[in-house]
């Protein structure tokens, strides 16, 4: 069983390499690698796809490797492979990134990413910290997390979805904010897993574990 981080440049990779192979060598998950090899990515049973900063720039990072982005996408949409959007990386998974300008997504999970806007004026941007998730639907990935679980957020855009069956949990920031997203084999976080302690790991766990 081969995991395949995606490095593009666009993302945490060391927090996040260091959890994914703990918790795949505690669950007896197989390999996790982080690479830019698209044929590591194309051979691999499941994808990650992280991401800190703007949409534009990690849209524009991540369709520059180009061999890397169409081996990416023949796995998720025509093999099927399981996928996770960390972050940024959730955000990638929408049709239109607003941030700056309007970017195009991958288009996996229909719906836009927007500035946060709390109707509380006392909360700032970016929504930076623990926050306690609310899960509006059951999935694999959340298998021993409830509601209440606490994660760890930093971002200034969130994922308003087009379809409520594809927001699988959210947060309360002066308003619901996406914490999870996904359908199919996909799936995605808003928050980072590898900063999230125990909900974080159970997840991570749970994703290396996943069977759609």
């Known amino acids: ?103 195009p997504g991958l288009g996996w999970i229909g719906g836009e990413v927007v500035r946060i806007e709390p109707s509380d004026p006392s909360l700032k941007v970016p929504h930076m910290g623990w926050n306690d998730l609310v899960i509006d639907h059951d999935h694999p990935v959340f298998d021993g997390i409830r509601t209440g679980d606490h994660a760890y957020f930093v971002h200034s855009y969130q994922f308003r979805v087009d379809d409520p069956a594809e927001r699988l949990a959210h947060v309360d920031y002066g308003g619901d904010v996406t914490a999870v997203v996904g359908r199919d084999t996909m799936v995605g976080t808003q928050f980072h897993p590898e900063k999230s302690q125990k909900t974080g790991l159970r997840l991570i766990a749970n994703f290396l574990n996943w069977t759609p």
């Not at 025509?78 to 700056?100: D, H, N, S």
């Open 1 to 103: 069983m081969l995991t395949a981080i995606i490095d593009y440049e666009s993302g945490n990779l060391h927090s996040a390499e260091k959890a994914f192979q703990r918790m795949a060598k505690e669950t007896g998950a197989g390999t996790v690698v982080v690479t830019a090899d698209a044929d590591v990515v194309a051979r691999a049973d499941r994808i990650v796809l992280p991401g800190d900063g703007a949409f534009p720039a990690c849209a524009a990072a991540l369709r520059g490797q180009s061999g890397l982005y169409d081996a990416m996408r023949e796995a998720v949409e025509q093999k099927g492979r399981p996928f996770l959007g960390i972050c940024v990386g959730m955000q990638l998974m929408a049709t239109w990134g607003r941030e700056y300008e309007d970017t």
